[in-house]
């Protein structure tokens, strides 16, 4: 149901009756944004109730519904303040988990372990739990520029290169609140810059700063860190260079995995989409046994790290299973973001 959402709202699927169901759900956008605007009314206006947390909060967040890559930008901004000797906690509301920890908790605490990781409905409950219990000195707020409850001291947004704007508000797309709200970011940060060209980069850059010109803008990229597996064996990138690939993933934005394994040079004989946050069962286990034993002798399974910590699996049937780890790097503007960050490495803040 997911797949074909997005590919509708996309314009992949043709025709009348998809063309009749967009306008549809363009006519059902107007009362959402409606809704949206008011309730961001509510909270500038001070009649909703907002709570400030006794140490910094730093949120990164975006407009659209998943896929802009927050997950490696939280881990730099954690791993900055690690860094500098200050005692991080993440907080999230664990979209996709049913019990314990989501896929991006899992992947944060495989390359943070040294960074506790709250999970819950109640974002300002869980500041309180890491500021009383776990002796916190920095929250870092998990996709929290709509989390308007909880104050934050500084709020970075994401947008992703390859589909800033969503293809509309929801539900004709999957923007969570109109683009003007980006006037409330302390920072926007651009993601996936190196899968546009130089003129749509202007471009999107132009539209930011046309809707929020006070707000400092960076450019980065998901830049690939090397393979490994579930037995924390790392190969590095050139590895399966020119080799055949068969791909899966359960995430946002499927085709920016599949636009990475190409600039690697592994181009996918096969790749399968599954739903984001998809909770691996054991039917899809054997279903992806059966598809591996159907490739080419010489192919490799490969995934993304979000997938791999919710498999713990070494192969697929008879076939390796490796994961991409990915880091944000950041390019243009990286100055200005960690001048920002710096600001909270300060004891007794």
Known sequence: MEAYYLSLVRGEKRGLWPALQRGGLRVLSGPYGLAMRCRNWLFDAGWKRRLQSPIPV??????????????????????????????????????????????????????????????????????????????????????????????????????DATAPWGFGLFPRGILREPPSSLRRADMVILTRCDQVGPGELAKLRARVERIAPAIPIAESNHVPAGWINSSRVRRPLEEWRHRPVAA?????????FRRTLTMLGAEPMAFRIFPDHHPYTRNDVEDLRTWARQLATDCVVVTTQKDLVKLRLDRVGDRELWALEIRLQVGAGRDVLEEKLSKFVVRGL
């Open 58 to 159: 730093i949120s990164v967040g975006n407009l659209t519904m998943g896929g802009t890559g927050k997950t490696p930008c939280v881990e730099m901004v954690a791993r900055f303040l690690r860094e500098r000797d200050m005692r991080v906690a993440i907080l999230s509301r664990g979209y996709g988990s049913r019990l314990g920890c989501n896929d991006e908790a899992l992947v944060l605490e495989e390359n943070l372990p040294d960074v506790p990781h709250l999970q819950g409905a109640d974002r300002a409950a869980l500041a309180q739990i890491a500021v009383e219990e776990l002796d916190s000195e920095v929250l870092v707020l998990d996709d929290g520029f709509q989390h308007r409850r909880l104050l934050r001291d500084l709020d970075l947004v994401l947008i």
């Open 248 to 256: 899966f993933c359960g995430i946002g934005n499927p085709e920016a």
